[in-house]
């Protein structure tokens, strides 16, 4: 599966923003994905998971809450709804996928996705 993130922006803290990431290849539902993000200077971090049918979505501590992960399946898309963004979020968000359980290696170890895309830059600053 190929994978391709966008919708990266400059906003202001508080402000939304949407991320999107295009998948290319058959059976997008066999494949459970992830958001992470790295900031300058700071190891890539797990943000959030979703399982292939959607059904169960996970979240790092520092985003649950404010972010919301989702898939289309049809449109073999997955998103990240960014709400209350803060300076901290700034970073290049990554979109991931698996082919494998959810569970499997861990939904939140970036080291169990075998599929990265290209990042998309979040900047939150006044």
């Known amino acids: 599966v190929q994978l391709q993130a966008s919708g990266g922006g400059l906003v202001q803290p508080g402000d939304s923003l949407r991320l999107s990431c295009a998948a290319s290849?058959?059976?997008?539902?066999?494949?459970?994905m992830a958001w992470s993000r790295q900031a300058p200077g700071k190891e890539r971090e797990f943000v959030a998971a979703?399982?292939?049918?959607?059904?169960?979505?996970n979240y790092a501590e520092s985003v649950k809450g404010r972010f919301t992960i989702s898939r289309d399946n049809a449109k073999n898309m997955l998103y990240l709804q960014m709400n209350s963004l803060k300076p901290e979020d700034t970073a290049v968000y990554y979109c991931?996928?698996?082919?494998?359980?959810?569970?499997?290696?861990?939904?939140?170890?970036?080291?169990?996705?075998?599929?990265w895309g290209q990042g998309t830059q979040v900047t939150v600053s006044s």
């Open positions: 991931a996928a698996k082919d494998g359980p959810y569970y499997s290696g861990g939904y939140n170890s970036l080291l169990s996705y075998a599929y």
């Open positions: 290849g058959p059976t997008f539902s066999r494949y459970s």
């Open positions: 979703i399982s292939g049918s959607g059904s169960i979505t």
